[in-house]
């Protein structure tokens, strides 16, 4: 099994941060054309999803931050 430190997981949580950032501004980028095509419902299960991505990054940056 691979070594885990704590440079190691820094970068990781980092890249998994930065990663949820980017689903995230592009699920609010496809939200309002989900609504203008007739897609409410799905818009709103979309919008949960960018909501939710959106606390499970504030929980990596947390644990990020256990790191220092």
Request: a negative charge.
């Amino acid at each position: 099994m691979e070594e885990i430190n704590r440079d190691k997981l820094k970068h990781l949580f980092g890249h998994w941060i930065e990663h949820n950032e980017n689903h995230c501004d592009s699920f609010e980028k496809w939200i309002p054309q989900l609504e203008d095509a007739g897609f409410q419902q799905a818009a709103e299960y979309v919008s949960a999803a960018s909501s939710e991505m959106e606390q499970s990054t504030d929980m990596l940056r947390k644990a990020l931050e256990s790191l220092e």
